[in-house]
Each structure stands twice: as C-alpha cells, then as structure tokens.
C-alpha cells in the first residue's frame, strides 16, 4: 500500500477502538452510529453501480472519462455488505418491530408483520446482496469487452430493472422500517438519486485530482469535459431535490399523522441545524451548477462536486440517525468513531483499487481464460 493508503489505514483502525469500547458500554447506541456509516459506505457503491449500467445503455463521453473512480467505487459494494452483518446480527436493537411481541406493537405495525418479520428481512437481504453481486460481477468487465456487443442494451436494461427493485425491497427494509409507522411510495426514489448524485460527485472529485477537466474537449465544440461532468451532476441534483421535495409536500400537504411525525423527529433539538445545513448544502449546488463560469473553472467544479458529495453525507445522517441516537451531544462520539473507522477502511480499499485497476478486472480475464 501506498502511504496515503497506511494513513487512512491507521486511522480506520483506530477509529475500530472506540467502536469496540462503545459496543461493550452500550450495543443499542453504537449499532445505531454504526448503521449510518455503513449505509453511507454502501450508498457509493450502489450510486456507482447505476451510473456504469445507465452508460452501458446510453454511451457517451462523460462515462469514459469517469468509468474508472465508478469501478473502484462499485468494486467495494462487498465491503460495504459486510459492514452491515454487525447490524444483522442484533436486528432487534435497531428495528423496533424485530423481536418483539406483536401485543405491544401498533394495530397499523401489526399489520405489516407479513413483511416485517426476521426470516422474511433475512431472505430479502440475501437476495438483494446476490443481485448486486452479480451486477457488479457483469458491470466490471474489461473496456475491451465493453458494451458495444449486440445485446448489450437489453442487458443493462434488465441489470437497471433488476437493481431498482433491490435498491426500493433494501431502503425499505433497513431505512424505512427504522420507524414503521412511517409510509413513503417515493422513498426508494429518494435514497437512490442520492446515491447516484454522491457517487458521481466523489468521481468528479478523483478526476479532477487527476486531470485538468476544464481544458479536456467536452460533446460540444465550446464546451469543457468538465462542464458537460458539471451538467450531467447537475441533473441528478435536480432528481434528488425533486423527488425529496415531493414527498414532503404530500406527507405535509396530506396532513398525515405518522408520516409527519417522522419529520418532527428530524426538525426538533440539534437536528434542525443538520436540516438547514442539508437544505443549503442542496440549493449551493443546485445554484452553483447554474453558472458556466463556474462550471468551466477547475476549482469551481471541484467546489461543485465537493458541496453535493457533503450534502449526501448530510442527507444520509438526516434521514437515518435521529431515531437511533441517544445520549444528547456527548452521544456523538460513537458517530464519530463510526464514521473514522467505516470511512478510513472504505478509503484505504478505494484507493487500492483507484491506484491498481488490474485488481478490478483480473478474475474477469481468469474465469473468461479458464
């Protein structure tokens, strides 16, 4: 490993103690900060994941120039499964329903209790894990082997197919059963153009770091390869803050009891700061995106992807944390040490792969040769 990679080593390892420390303290609230990590972790390679398979079906420029950070990315989706076998293991910490007896339950849970019972979640998540392993099995072949086959269009589009209803069965289960009361039809929606805006920002990122994008011809003779990248971010914002936008208005223009009590919890106490904080981290890049100028500079667009991948961040602590904290400000600690463990361990294998993309494709060559 390179040094960076033994840094960031060093600092998930160390980030792991803590963990540790809060897990022997109290199991409920350290797999609670442990939870929003692991999503977070796992949504990149989720977000990437649907960026390859919409370019195999649509081609063009702004893939090429990304497909590398987007195959490392996708590459640690495994890593970012076993990240969630901690939680796996005590289901009945975090989800209120798992375990417990249906007498003390709501009559509108109690309901839901044909889905929402552990063998079911078990099975659902082994699917769900086994669909996307697969995809990414298919989505990380050589270039050489690329998408210009005939077929490969009703490939990915099957591969699409196939992983929206993985993405929409897994944000149920591991997000919106959280708090069962709450229903959403549009939340799958949500948490998967979230996804697709933060990996694609964390790409722009990695290119920018590595090349001068402004000056890289773009699809149209006056336009930069950066400003077509900054466009097409452009568009996934758009999507993520519509649809969240959307689902507000019916929850809050319907008058819906439960489903406005699960905004009551994320606009009350310490989480108010974090909603208008995820509110302007959105409307800077929506705002930002706007400008060509700003779009055409390197370190505007650097700016650009760096707002949309925070507000992700942000967006995923939102949604995900504030029914499972407790113990006030001090309680951020277990967060903290979840987030340095997850991200330092995360980082060091992006970087691997991002530095060696060999080790991406090489049991592709191996099974194709064998």
């Known amino acids: 490993m390179s040094r960076l990679e033994q840094g960031f080593a060093a600092v998930g390892i160390t980030g792991l103690v803590p963990c540790v420390l809060g897990a022997s303290l109290d199991?409920?609230?350290?797999?609670?900060?442990?939870?929003a990590a692991a999503l977070f972790a796992l949504s990149l390679p989720l977000g990437a994941l649907t960026i390859l398979m919409v370019h195999g079906l649509t081609g063009g420029r702004w893939g090429e120039a990304v497909r590398q950070p987007l195959q490392a990315m996708t590459a640690t989706l495994p890593f970012g499964l076993v990240l969630l076998l901690p939680v796996l293991m005590r289901l009945d910490l975090i989800l209120p329903w798992a375990g417990a007896d249906p007498a003390t339950l709501s009559e509108k849970v109690r309901e839901k209790l044909a889905y929402l019972n552990v063998p079911f979640f078990m099975l659902r998540f082994a699917v769900c894990a086994a669909i996307w392993l697969v995809l990414t099995w298919v989505v990380l072949r050589p270039t050489s082997e690329g998408s210009g086959k005939a077929g490969s269009g009703r490939k990915y589009a099957l591969s699409l197919i196939l992983h929206a209803l993985a993405v929409s069965v897994f944000a149920i289960d591991w997000m919106l059963s959280i708090e069962p009361e709450f229903t959403s039809t549009i939340y799958a929606l949500c948490e998967a153009s979230a996804e697709v805006a933060g990996a694609f920002a964390l790409a722009i990122l990695v290119l920018a770091a590595r090349k001068a994008v402004?000056?890289?011809?773009?699809?149209?003779?006056?336009?930069?390869?950066?400003?077509?990248?900054?466009?097409?971010?452009?568009?996934?914002?758009?999507?993520?803050i519509y649809l969240v936008f959307m689902q507000w208005v019916v929850v809050w223009g319907g008058d819906l009891p439960d489903e406005i009590q699960w905004y009551i919890v994320r606009a009350t106490g310490g989480w108010w700061y974090l909603l208008w904080l995820l509110i302007a981290l959105q409307v800077a890049a929506f705002a930002g995106s706007l400008s060509r100028p700003l779009k055409r500079s390197h370190d505007g667009l650097v700016w650009l992807a760096g707002v949309t991948l925070a507000g992700h961040f942000a967006d995923v602590f939102w949604r995900v944390r504030p029914p499972l904290f407790s113990g006030g400000l001090l309680g951020l600690w277990r967060d903290a040490a979840a987030w340095i463990g997850v991200g330092g361990l995360w980082l060091v294998l992006f970087l691997f792969l991002l530095r060696r993309p060999d080790r991406i494709t090489w049991w592709k060559r191996e099974v194709a040769h064998g």
């Open 214 to 240: 402004e000056v890289i011809p773009g699809g149209e003779e006056d336009a930069a390869l950066g400003e077509d990248l900054a466009n097409m971010q452009l568009g996934f914002v758009l999507t993520w």
């Open 27 to 35: 199991v409920k609230a350290m797999l609670g900060a442990w939870l």
